[in-house]
Antibody, heavy 118, light 107 residues
């Protein structure tokens, strides 16, 4: 069965960068795109971007353009989210999610809590 | 830019009752691009409905979706205690956008 397992919680200082990983199993890794969605405490889900795992094409939300990079390592069946120049407002749970089709997300990772605090 | 507004903010109903959740878009949305998710506390979201009305794998028949244009609805026909959660609509396309959510409480 499909599993998406994310890396552990992170605590970062303002201005730092963070990398969150998402290891996929149970399906053909390069067949499905992968998205990143975050959720600040008590807030709505916020889409960040996605990667076509097959050809590495990416699409980012305008809100995060310039600060976010999504990449993948096919040998490790893993997708990465890099977010730079962190600020307190980036404190959130970050989720990876598999694209069933056209950004409809059928399987989700367990979430990675990123806390930004001085 | 398109916005998705969900109402009501909170719905408090008894087991067996019907829940009707609304998602209104500021611009017309393709029927192929509207999905619904359920999120329970401390858990990741779970896909319920895509294509406005298609149930995802393993989703009970009591969950149904409908709508077109700017107005979409998620209906839970007979609420069960485990349906207590926040429900989000999503416009999904080359980019994605989520509504603010409706919290369903079971009395």
């Amino acid at each position: 069965q499909v599993h998406l397992v994310q890396s552990g919680a992170e605590v970062k200082k303002p201005g730092a960068s963070v990398r969150v990983s998402c290891k996929a199993s149970g399906y053909s890794f390069t067949t499905f795109a992968m998205h990143w969605v975050r959720q600040a405490p008590g807030q709505r889900l916020e889409w960040m971007g996605w990667i076509n795992v097959g050809n590495q094409n990416t699409k980012y939300s305008e809100k995060f353009q310039g600060r976010v990079t999504i990449s993948r390592d096919t040998s490790a069946s893993t997708v990465y989210l890099d977010l730079s120049n962190l600020r307190s407002e980036d404190t959130a749970m970050y989720y990876c999610a598999r694209d069933l089709y056209s950004s409809c997300l059928d399987f989700w990772g367990q979430g990675t809590l990123v806390t930004v605090s001085s | 830019e398109i916005a998705l507004t969900q109402s009501p903010g909170t719905l408090s109903l008894s087991p067996g009752e019907k829940a009707t959740l609304s998602c209104r878009a500021s611009q017309s949305v393709s029927s192929n691009s509207l999905a619904w998710y359920q999120q329970k506390p401390g858990q990741a979201p779970r896909l319920l409905i895509y294509h406005t009305s298609s149930r995802a794998t393993g989703i009970p028949e009591r969950f149904s979706g409908s709508g077109s244009g700017t107005d979409f609805t998620l209906t839970i026909s007979r609420l069960e205690p485990e349906d207590s959660a926040v429900y989000y609509c999503q416009r999904h396309d080359i980019t994605s956008l989520f509504g603010g959510g409706t919290k369903v409480e079971i009395k």
